[in-house]
């Protein structure tokens, strides 16, 4: 298993980020400091940090020729059906086309069903936005990401609060992990015991822009590589942490 990769699908996208002096206000002008252009997507940035953490990676999704498109497709079912699994031991999602991702994993089931448990792939979703679609990526994966957004969304005021009540949701013997900003992440494995992280923040904020998409990669590297749950949770805060004290994803490993 040791050179076989992890693939990121979903999103790039062209990030173009103004610094400025302050958070402005509305309807006012404010002179920018500096602007930068970088890759995005929370797909990409996931497979951007895996690979600086020294994870053989790939990523799946829809490219560009310019720096500007309009309407790219997301990845489908057809699409995937090209991708040869047998290079791969976890496959990441970031839920976006959920009609077409059910189908995809169900590939993925069926292919595991005729494996050996090591050659079996890791199913992992991340549900972010707060769109009913996405809900249905719930039950499908070994590991799912679930947003503060979408816990809010629906009325808990806490990650751990989250993880007990979208338990019921998930597939028998997933784990399910909450990230919750500034208080860090809690997680909750086939057990249904909840852990929990602090957050690990840098001396300076700098840039959180990706720092969710940070915090999915290292969990997924830590867990990859054979880490327990709470080794997992707790580097995935440290990473992200670090990565709020930076620009872009350069030096979040120093």
Known sequence: MGDK?????????????????????????????????????????????????????????????????????????????????????WVHWEGRNADEQVKMIERVREYNSKQEGKN??????????????????????????????VAQHFGFDSASAALKGFSSRLRKGATLICAWAEKGADAMGPDGVVIHSDAFPPEKLVDTLGAGDTFNASV???????????????????????????????????
């Open 5 to 89: 990769k992890i693939l990121s699908i979903g999103l790039v996208c062209l990030d173009i980020i103004n610094v400025v002096d302050k958070y402005p206000e509305e309807d006012t002008d404010t002179r920018c400091l500096s602007q930068r252009w970088q890759r995005g997507g929370n797909a990409s940035n996931t497979c951007t940090v895996l690979s600086l953490l020294g994870a053989p990676c790939a990523f799946m999704g829809s490219l560009a020729p310019g720096p500007v498109a309009e309407n790219l497709p997301d990845v489908s079912v057809e699409d995937f059906s090209k991708v040869d699994l047998s290079q791969y031991k």
């Open 120 to 149: 079996r792939i890791t199913i992992s979703v991340e549900i972010e936005k707060t769109r009913e679609p996405l809900y249905q990526l719930f039950p499908l994966g070994d590991l799912v990401f679930v947003s503060k957004d």
């Open 220 to 254: 997924i590297y830590s867990l990859s590589n054979g880490g327990s749950l709470q080794d997992a949770l707790t580097f995935g805060c440290q990473i992200a942490g670090k990565k709020c004290g930076v620009h872009g994803y350069d030096g979040i490993l120093h």
